[in-house]
């Protein structure tokens, strides 16, 4: 006799993640602006009402969907400190991976811009843009104070200034070659990017 076994009923949060995975599909595929509970019922083969169910509106979904996004593209710059003690051959490795790390993950670097520039347009998504540009800022400093401790260096300027400037020139770089793909153009960028940062090292003994 063939045995039927009921299909376990999936909690509330592993539907959410559900929608949420199925709304980034959707953005990935054809923006932001495409994302809507329909789009994103469709994509996940359920009901409008069981997005309903999960989210208030459109709006808690886009912002599940935002924080949902990680920096993936800049997680092997931290990778690369692991490569030693001297700090000019860690920034060079870190400019390295900072390029591989984009192509590795351009699409999802894309929706975080375009989630950013909504931001700028809309409330509903002004509080995840700041969120993930205060992640950035964060991620930079916490890269910056462990260079500094590998190279038992310290810099010479605000380190929440520097974590602040580099981040900025770290996305215009990105936004570059999501635009033109030139691969060399970007990697002399970020190698330029990875001098100045050694510019502003000195020795931790250093007083003067």
């Known amino acids: 006799m063939t045995e039927v076994r009921a299909s376990r009923r999936k909690t509330l949060e592993e539907r959410r993640q559900e929608i949420v995975e199925a ?36 709006a808690e979904m886009l912002r599940a969907m935002g924080r949902a996004i990680a920096l993936t593209a800049s997680e092997p710059a931290l990778a690369a400190l692991d490569q030693g003690h001297d700090p000019e051959a860690l920034v060079e490795a870190s400019a390295k991976s900072l390029l591989d790390g984009l192509k590795q993950n351009q699409h999802m670097r894309l929706l975080t811009f375009e989630f950013a520039l909504a931001g700028v347009r809309s409330r509903v998504l002004r509080e995840v843009a ?12 916490e890269y910056l104070n462990k260079l500094a401790d590998r190279g038992a260096s310290r810099f010479s300027v605000d380190i929440d200034f520097l974590a602040r400037f580099v981040a900025q020139q770290i996305d215009g770089i990105e936004i570059g070659w999501l635009v033109d793909r030139d691969d060399d153009a970007a990697q002399k960028a970020f190698d330029e990017l990875a001098r100045l940062v050694l510019n502003y090292m000195k020795p931790a003994f250093d007083r003067e």
Not at 42 to 52: K, N, P, Y
Not at 130 to 141: E, P, V
């Open 130 to 141: 700041q969120a993930h540009l205060d992640q950035s800022y964060r991620f930079t400093r």
């Open 23 to 58: 709304g980034l599909r959707v953005a990935l595929r054809e923006g932001v602006e495409a994302v809507s509970v329909r789009a994103v019922a469709q994509e996940a083969e359920i009901s409008l009402g069981t997005v309903h169910y999960c989210f208030e509106d459109k």
